[in-house]
């Protein structure tokens, strides 16, 4: 089976909301492209530099990259991509543009390998792709990582902020459950803090696929239930934390839920959620009888904890 790659030209502002409109329309993996990248200096995180390839990114503005299996991708869904991506408000339509590319299935694996290197992706945490050497001179906790078609390699914000709360309150004698767990990396950040009961679910059949390959990468295949689902609507169980980076309406749907579903003093870290959409989310999960403990902002993304 093929992919199709489809790259859409933006300007910055309105990038977390055409992430969160492809997330949407079914875009099964989402790189972002920043003109700017080219002008930091990279290091990974045993300081080494490592150079972008300039032809990997867009001269100007932003280039969005999003896959879809040949068999999804209509001329009907690339039609309502494209309207309801220029209709959004602050869309620049001088900047705006689509182009198309299949990948082949063999190919995919190593289109990866170009946008992905070791990093720390918080106090605690480092992010190891699978197939490079790393030398953990800061005894940081590795998640050994291989994307695959699922979102979730810790380099993008709504992510790396799930990561700094769990390091923060995430205890090992807590129950925890993942939802949406993409490639596994919160299930697996939870493991290495010493968790010994973790579920991890999501709706989409291949993130599950690839979230157990990740459980072997990182040894602890057999400590955690990994299975499809459909938010918390399945469950019967009792957690000490759920964890749910998706997007803010989504969330939204699992306020209730998770109140439910939470011991007292548990608690429930949200990301995925554009700044324009936080208070209404904020305002949900105290009118649900949550306290917000804290709010993380990054890049126009908002991930919030909040305390049963
Ligand atoms: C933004 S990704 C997060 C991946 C990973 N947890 C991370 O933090 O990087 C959101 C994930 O939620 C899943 N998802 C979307 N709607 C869902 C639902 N209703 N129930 C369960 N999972 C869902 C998607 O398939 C996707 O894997």
Excluded at 134 to 162: R, V
Aim: aromatic fraction near 8%; charged fraction near 30%; proline fraction near 3%.
């Amino acid at each position: 089976m093929n992919w199709i790659e489809y790259s859409i030209m933006i300007n910055k502002e309105v990038e977390p909301v055409v992430t969160a409109l492809l997330n949407e329309l079914g875009a099964n993996g989402v790189v972002i492209e920043d003109s700017n990248e080219l002008q930091k200096e990279h290091e990974d995180v045993y300081g080494e530099i490592y150079e972008l390839n300039p032809a990997d990114y867009p001269e100007h503005d932003i280039r969005i990259k999003c896959y879809f299996n040949e068999l999804v991708f209509t001329e009907d869904l690339e039609v309502e991509i494209k309207k309801t991506i220029s209709e959004i408000d602050s869309i620049d339509s001088q900047i705006l543009s689509f182009s198309k590319n299949v990948i082949k299935e063999s190919d995919w694996e190593n289109e990866w390998k170009n946008y992905f290197h070791p990093f720390k992706a918080s106090e605690r945490f480092s992010i190891v792709p699978s197939w490079e050497e790393y030398d953990n001179e800061d005894n940081d906790l590795l998640i050994e990582l291989d994307p695959g078609m699922a979102f979730g390699t810790g380099d993008h914000p709504t992510t790396s902020m799930c990561l700094k709360h769990i390091e923060e309150v995430v205890k090992p004698e807590h129950s925890v459950i993942d939802v949406g767990t993409g490639s596994g990396i919160l299930s697996i950040a939870c493991h290495l803090l010493g968790v010994k009961s973790i579920k991890a679910l999501d709706l989409d059949d291949l993130a599950i696929k690839v979230a157990k390959e990740n459980f072997e990468k990182n040894n602890c295949e057999t400590d955690i239930i990994a299975e499809t689902g459909n938010l918390l609507t399945e469950e019967t169980g009792q957690y000490d934390v759920i964890i749910a980076n998706i997007l803010a309406h989504i969330i939204d749907l699992m306020i209730a839920d998770s109140y439910e579903r939470l011991n007292e003093g548990g608690y429930f870290i949200t990301s995925g959620i554009i700044e324009e959409k936080s208070e209404e989310i904020i305002d949900k999960l105290e009118e649900t009888g949550y306290t917000i403990e804290k709010v993380l902002k990054e890049d126009s993304w908002v991930s919030i904890r909040a305390r049963k």
